[in-house]
């Protein structure tokens, strides 16, 4: 992600930042977890990270990144994105380690406001995970599982099924 006019990447253990003087510190930060993904997103002039069920933020550039939001224990974030609607953020979660969604596990979507220890919408349950989001005029679409689907108020609404899309 691009914050603080510099550019962070993250990696299975760590964050990397790249500085503006094209300087690069390839261990800026580290994660609790690792083998779990490491999502990011820029939202409300600060940068977020997914850290398993943790939620880091991280306020101006060259500053380390805190937890400001812990859900369930089991919970792993996989997907952060923006909802133009509501102006929250959206986190995806999964209850165990699943990147090939071929196992049965339990889905969810949050609301998340940035700055509160609690998101706004207790998990909402969802037909499979979501692996990431996008907007488009307005209208935040996700990939979740093999299939494309917009997000409503109350989850995630069907679109199509993908035909050429398989889950290993």
Not at 71 to 100: F, Q, R, W, Y
Not at 162 to 167: D, G, I
Request: proline share 2%; net charge positive; glycine share 10%.
């Amino acid at each position: 992600i691009n914050f603080g006019g510099e550019t962070y990447v993250t990696a299975q253990r760590l964050i990397a930042r790249w500085q503006n003087d094209n300087t690069i510190n390839q261990i800026f930060a580290t994660f609790t977890s690792k083998n779990v993904p490491h999502p990011a997103i820029t939202f409300e002039g600060n940068a977020y990270y997914g850290d398993a069920n943790l939620l880091l933020r991280q306020t101006g550039a060259n500053v380390a990144p805190a937890t400001i939001l812990t859900l369930a224990a089991g919970e792993i974030i996989v997907a952060l994105g923006i909802d133009p609607g509501t102006a929250k953020m959206l986190i995806s979660t999964i209850s165990s380690l699943n990147i090939s969604n071929t196992n049965t596990a339990i889905n969810k979507l949050y609301w998340y406001d940035g700055f509160s220890n609690k998101a706004l919408r207790a998990g909402v349950q969802v037909e499979d995970m979501i692996t990431g989001f996008q907007n488009v005029g307005g209208v935040t679409f996700c990939g979740y599982g093999q299939n494309l689907g917009y997000i409503a108020g109350s989850g995630v609404r069907f679109l199509r099924k993908l035909t050429n899309v398989t889950l290993n």
